[in-house]
């Protein structure tokens, strides 16, 4: 499975911008099966919900449902939506007869997401060309159990976890040893998409996004704070034999997650 990254810098609350901006990058795209964008990707990492809200399934939905069928891919990435008189940081994965999404877990309460935003209660694990892959936002990362494999008798949940984020450059060392640290312990490839540049309340981030597969080794060559199109490849056979040599997750305790 072929897989592209994009990180990018976001120009603050102008979605339209943002989209058009994207328009060119996505061209290089064409010869993948899933293209995954930032956190908030249209917007940045902004609490002024009541003027950049989308109605759910809104404009940037429909772009990437677009962009899917030209493109032949899906698309994965978050936007903020407004719905039943709610706000949800929202994460959309769009194209090929895909069409899900995901509202995020856990907000930021250090920015006061938990103010602007409602946390979302459900996972979500999409099938994509047979890759069962499940969708997170930036802080879920901190997370373990939010981001943890079930396995029974040979059946794991999922194959890979893909993070989209706006993580601050002055974390970037957590993020991407969370990241290495989620691929080991859930035996499945990872990947996590960020942001670069500075928004408008002077945060700033570094991008340092990231793929590790199953065995926390480094894929890709992203570095810092600059624009990255980053193509990976997933191999399925690899995974699968990897699980049956190293089966960790048999002895893995049960749990149930709260709601």
């Known amino acids: 499975m072929n897989i592209a990254l994009i990180q990018h810098n976001i120009i603050w609350e102008n979605p339209q911008r943002n989209r058009q901006n994207l328009d060119s990058i996505l061209l290089d795209c064409k010869d993948c099966d899933l293209v995954i964008l930032p956190e908030m990707f249209t917007t940045g990492f902004s609490m002024n919900t009541k003027n950049i809200a989308e109605p759910s399934f809104g404009d940037t939905f429909k772009w990437m449902k677009q962009k899917g069928e030209e493109l032949q891919t899906v698309l994965m990435g978050s936007v903020s939506v407004f719905e039943n008189e709610k ?25 006061k997401e938990h103010q602007h935003y409602s946390a979302g209660k459900k996972e979500l694990v999409v099938n994509i060309k047979g890759w069962k892959i499940k969708p997170l936002i930036c802080y879920d990362l901190r997370f373990p159990l939010w981001s943890r494999n079930k396995h029974d008798k040979g059946d794991y949940s999922f194959d890979a976890l893909v993070y989209v984020a706006n993580w601050p450059a002055v974390r970037a060392n957590a993020w991407v040893t969370l990241l290495q640290a989620r691929a080991i312990e859930n035996l499945a490839y990872t990947i996590g998409v960020n942001r670069i540049g500075e928004d408008a309340n002077g945060v700033k981030y570094n991008g340092s996004s990231r793929a590790f597969d199953f065995k926390g080794v480094r894929q890709d060559q992203m570095d810092g704070n600059e624009f990255y199109l980053q193509k990976i490849k997933w191999d399925k056979s690899e995974l699968d034999k990897f699980r049956e040599n190293f089966p960790s997750l048999d002895d893995a305790s049960e749990f149930t997650l709260g709601g």
């Open 87 to 111: 706000y949800f940081n929202r994460l959309y994965v769009v194209g090929q007869g895909q069409s899900h999404f995901y509202d995020k877990k856990h907000l930021f309460t250090m920015a």
